[in-house]
C-alpha cells in the first residue's frame, strides 16, 4: 500500500538554527515527490518536484533531497517567514498519476 | 491566468441537504482533483480526472460525486451532507512549474455540516 509518513508532528526553531524535516515514503513505481508549503486557510503552494533518488534541489533557505525510501527538506537559518505547514507527497506512475500526502510538518521558527 | 478558482470560500449546510462545490482551471490541464483536508492531517483524495469525460474514485469517495463535462470545469458534489464531511476540499490541477510537474491548488472550500 502506498504510504507517506512525515516526522515531526510539529518543530520549533529559533531564527537562525537549522535542521531537517523527514519524508518517509512507500510506493509503487514512484512517478515523483513533491514538497509543498501551506500557510493557515490557504491551499498548498509548491516547492520542490523531485524524481529519481539522488536528485537536490535548491530555493533559498531550502533545500530538498531524495533516497529510495526518504526525502528531507533542509531548512537553513530559517526566518519567520517560514513559519508554515510542510506537506510531502509522492505519485504513483499508474492509476491517473493519484497523489498520496503526508500529514505534514508545522514548523515554527521565533525571533 | 486565473489558475485554480473554487466557490464558494465558506458553506454551512444542515444534515441531508446536498450541494455542488465548483472548481475551474483556465490552463488547459488534462489532469485535475478534488481533496479533503480535516484539521491537522494531509490530504485525502476523494476524485479525480483525467480529462474531459472521463472520472475515477480516490481513496474517499463516499458520499460524493464528480462530473467533468469539460477540461475546464470539475464540480464535486454532496449528497445528503453529514457531519463527517466537514472539512477543507481542495481542487487541483496538474501542469508544469518551469521544468517540473506539479499539483497546482485553488484556495479552498471550507464546509461545516450541522
Known amino acids: 500500500e502506498d504510504q507517506v509518513t512525515q516526522s515531526p508532528e510539529a518543530l520549533r526553531l529559533q531564527e537562525g538554527e537549522s535542521s531537517s524535516l523527514n519524508c518517509s515514503y512507500t510506493v509503487s513505481g514512484l512517478r515523483g515527490l513533491f514538497w509543498y508549503r501551506q500557510d493557515p486557510g490557504k491551499g498548498p503552494e509548491f516547492l520542490f518536484t523531485?524524481?529519481?533518488a539522488g536528485e537536490e534541489k535548491e530555493k533559498e533557505r531550502l533545500k530538498a533531497t531524495l533516497t529510495k525510501k526518504e526525502s528531507f527538506l533542509h531548512i537553513t537559518a530559517p526566518k519567520p517567514e517560514d513559519s508554515a505547514t510542510y506537506l510531502c507527497?509522492?505519485?504513483?506512475?499508474?492509476?491517473?498519476?493519484?497523489?498520496?500526502f503526508g500529514a505534514g510538518t508545522r514548523l515554527f521558527v521565533k525571533a | 491566468n486565473a489558475g485554480v478558482t473554487q466557490t464558494p470560500k465558506f458553506r454551512i449546510l444542515k444534515i441531508g441537504q446536498s450541494m455542488t462545490l465548483q472548481c475551474a482551471q483556465d490552463?488547459?490541464?488534462?489532469?485535475m482533483y478534488w481533496y479533503r483536508q480535516d484539521p491537522g492531517m494531509g490530504l485525502k483524495l476523494i476524485y479525480y480526472?483525467?480529462?474531459?469525460?472521463?472520472?475515477d474514485k480516490g481513496e474517499v469517495p463516499n458520499g460524493y460525486n464528480v462530473s467533468r463535462s469539460t477540461t475546464e470545469d470539475f464540480p464535486l458534489r454532496l449528497e445528503l451532507a453529514a457531519p463527517s464531511q466537514t472539512s477543507v476540499y481542495f481542487c487541483?490541477?496538474?501542469?508544469?512549474?518551469?521544468?517540473?510537474?506539479?499539483?497546482?491548488f485553488g484556495p479552498g472550500t471550507r464546509l461545516l455540516v450541522l
Open positions: 507527497a509522492v505519485q504513483a506512475g499508474t492509476g491517473g498519476f493519484k497523489t498520496i
Open positions: 523531485l524524481y529519481s
Open positions: 490552463m488547459n490541464h488534462n489532469y
Open positions: 480526472s483525467v480529462g474531459a469525460g472521463i472520472t
Open positions: 487541483a490541477s496538474i501542469g508544469l512549474a518551469g521544468a517540473d510537474e506539479t499539483q497546482y
